[in-house]
């Protein structure tokens, strides 16, 4: 799932089947780090947990559902 899905509303989470989810930036002018914060804080305003920010390529974090 990208950031752009989480921030633009495009993505139902509550129908979401899984606990664990993975989430990747998108290619922007915006720091790719802090397009991914913006999301992880929003998806914590909506029950989901940090568990791991990974840096290889690129920035994933890794939530779980609370």
Request: charged residues 25%.
């Amino acid at each position: 799932m990208t950031t752009d899905d989480v921030l633009n509303g495009a993505i139902d989470l509550d129908s979401y089947p899984h606990r664990y989810l993975a989430l990747v930036p998108v290619s922007t002018l915006r720091s790719p780090m802090g397009r991914l914060l913006e999301a992880v804080e929003l998806l914590e305003d909506r029950s989901w947990e940090l568990v791991n920010i990974l840096a290889k390529e690129n920035f994933y974090a890794v939530l779980r559902r609370a």
